[in-house]
């Protein structure tokens, strides 16, 4: 009696799985069936033509907005270059030329895997009380001079991809030298970027006429960096309808804080840091 039992309860749990397994592949059968013949599930409700308006329009992806981080004066303390490169942002370094330090530091830079332009003197109001320095463009120079000064620039800088001009002021005024540099640079497949140290820059217009590559700064951000707070950081550098934008700072060490201090917004507002390069490649783009 107890055997039919055991054999009783045995054959019920069997039977009861094959129950289970049946209706689990009768349901699978089910909705593969529904989804073959097109079944998509719920569906979104018709939209009458009266509410087309009001219903939310499709979102539009917006394209990353993007800003390049320039540091001039590079080639006077190879100390202060160390704490720029320790910085992990893809910063352009604008290198003086025929310093006791431009080539190495241009090497240096170069094998850190980041941006070398020169960064090209220029004659400003008031010299020379105001010295550019050497390989200084003077507005009284004939286009062979101005050509053979930057030819010998150029070469204590290895691996500059572009440049931008060191002061500048009064040179930057003058229609035909500004256009023999951008002609010149053009020739070498170089960019420019005016660092827009007079308000009556000629470069804008002229780069447009000879087809250089170019674009102009928008903001300076060498700031004591405790000034640079998170709120003006959003107002100045942030907000408002841009897609590419350029920064300028110097080689000191209080704009090694603020470049971090921005990078860190820009960050958490996913706006990219990139090369200059690739503000002049995304702006040719756009034309």
């Known amino acids: 009696m107890g055997r039919r039992k055991k054999r009783f309860r045995k054959t019920a749990a069997?039977?009861?799985?094959i129950l289970l397994i049946t209706g689990l592949a009768a349901l699978g059968a089910y909705f593969a069936l529904k989804e073959k013949r097109g079944h998509r599930g719920p569906t979104q409700p018709a939209i009458s033509a009266g509410d087309k308006d009001s219903w939310p329009p499709a979102r539009k992806t917006r394209l990353r907005k993007?800003?390049?981080?320039?540091?001039?004066?590079?080639g006077h303390d190879p100390g202060i270059l160390e704490e720029f490169l320790r910085i992990p942002e893809p910063i352009t370094f604008a290198v003086l030329p025929r310093l006791a330090h431009s080539r190495e530091a241009a090497e240096k830079i170069h094998k850190a895997g980041r941006e070398v332009i020169l960064h090209l003197p220029m004659e400003p109001h008031g010299y020379p009380g105001k010295d550019p320095g050497r390989g200084a463009l003077m507005t009284r120079m004939d286009p062979g001079e101005i050509r053979a000064e930057l030819g010998s620039n150029i070469a204590s800088v290895p691996h500059a991809v572009g440049a931008n001009n060191h002061m500048g002021s009064r040179f930057m005024e003058e229609d035909d030298k500004?256009?023999?540099?951008?002609?010149?640079?053009?020739?070498r497949g170089f960019y420019f970027i005016d660092s827009l140290t007079t308000g009556r820059s000629r470069a804008g217009d002229l780069a447009?006429?000879?087809?250089?590559?170019?674009a102009e700064r928008?903001?300076?951000i060498d700031r004591d960096p405790e000034e640079w707070t998170k709120e003006e950081i959003r107002t100045r550098i942030v907000e408002g309808d841009w897609r590419h934008k350029v920064l300028i700072g110097h080689a000191r060490p209080e704009t090694v804080k603020t470049i971090r201090k921005i990078a860190s917004v820009l960050d958490r507002r996913r706006i990219e840091i990139v090369p200059a390069s690739r503000i002049i490649k995304e702006k040719g783009r756009k034309k």
């Open 66 to 74: 993007k800003l390049a981080i320039i540091l001039d004066d590079i």
């Open 14 to 17: 069997t039977g009861l799985i």
């Open 178 to 187: 500004v256009m023999v540099v951008l002609r010149s640079l053009k020739a």
């Open 208 to 214: 447009a006429r000879s087809g250089t590559s170019f």
């Open 218 to 220: 928008d903001l300076f």
